[in-house]
């Protein structure tokens, strides 16, 4: 890589890290002031738990996704939700495990998000390899979430859930912690909306950009620094609930937030703008597609065989993440 083509990703690469940074803050920004008003007009935790944190940590993907299949990029699109995915089991369920152990206790409950992660990564399996996602099947996708959403809250309700005083914990680091924004929560909500969809428009531009220049397809840049820029959020929730011990609550968000990915991001994007086959890598498809699902099989066997999550295996996941990042980018370099 020659001095010139250094000197012209610098602009990209400051647009890509400008963007990163916008999200996450407008995501806070989003997510602080929507529980603020929320608790205001007396929601139960469980109602926020259930739309706004896991709408919330979930937005910044969302809109980049959109705004990409609008700009014609549906390989970012597709990409930031399959890096995303991949991300939230090895970058983050990894990081976390780093400073406690996931010790799973085995539940119907448990073992009925994993089915529904599993077999919404083989739906959108299918149809990346029978001609990619139509309107109707967006549509379709929204639907199914919100019947999933529904049914996960009759059953918290029905079961007098345990983990409202987790959500409120969780709620209390995420909420509004300055005066200012205590005092102008609406402002700060439509600043925070702003912030998420200018550092989406300017992390997609970038991206184009830093993609065009390298000679790789814009999925490879979208797999690795979008999907892991687009992860924080549930990084940083995650390591809220795993410092206080809430390890059920970590697993409980990765496994939703993957199940969130595909239905509604991809849903949602596809119901703006159809996402053709031929509209983004092939490499998506015959590689990456599978590492997801790979992963995602692994993860579940841990959870339900093996039922603990160390050290050991969190620092294989990180490596296994950093691994994968790497060969990504040799395989279009070449090496």
Not at 184 to 191: A, M, Q, R, T
Not at 289 to 315: D, E, P, T
């Amino acid at each position: 890589m020659d001095f010139v083509l250094l000197q012209s990703l610098a602009m990209p690469v400051l647009l890509m890290c400008a963007g990163i940074v916008l999200l996450i803050q407008g995501g806070n920004w989003t997510i602080d002031s929507s529980v603020f008003i929320a608790r205001r007009f007396g929601l139960s935790p469980l109602i926020v738990g259930f739309t706004i944190l896991a709408f919330g940590t979930s937005l910044p993907e969302l809109i980049v996704s959109v705004l990409a299949v609008l700009r014609g990029s549906a390989g970012i699109a597709m990409g930031n939700v399959i890096g995303s995915n991949i991300a939230n089991i090895l970058l983050v369920i990894g990081s976390v495990s780093l400073f406690v152990t996931f010790t799973v206790h085995f539940s119907k409950a448990l073992v009925r998000d994993l089915v529904m992660m599993l077999a919404c990564s083989g739906l959108l399996l299918g149809f990346m390899f029978y001609g990619g996602i139509g309107r109707m099947a967006g549509l379709g996708m929204i639907i199914l979430l919100l019947v999933y959403v529904y049914v996960q809250y009759r059953m918290a309700r029905s079961g007098h859930h345990d983990g409202d005083h987790v959500v409120e914990e969780i709620e209390e680091e995420l909420a509004c912690t300055t005066g200012l924004q205590k005092k102008l929560p609406y402002v700060f909500l439509v600043i925070g909306l702003i912030a998420i969809a200018g550092g989406a428009e300017v992390l997609v531009r970038g991206a184009k950009e830093s993609a065009g220049l390298l000679g790789v397809p814009e999925a490879v840049i979208a797999l690795s620094i979008i999907a892991a820029g687009t992860s924080l959020p549930e990084l940083s929730t995650s390591l809220i609930a795993g410092r206080k011990g809430h390890t059920d609550m970590v697993l409980g968000n990765i496994i939703g937030s993957n199940v969130f990915n595909i239905l509604m991001i991809l849903g949602v994007t596809a119901l703006v703008k159809p996402i053709a086959s031929g509209s983004y890598a092939p490499q998506l498809l015959n590689f990456d597609i599978w590492v997801m699902l790979g992963v995602s099989l692994l993860f579940a066997f841990l959870l339900l065989a093996y039922r603990k999550i160390n050290r050991s295996i969190g620092m294989m996941c990180v490596g296994a993440y950093i691994v994968y990042n790497i060969y990504i980018y040799a395989i279009y370099f070449g090496a």
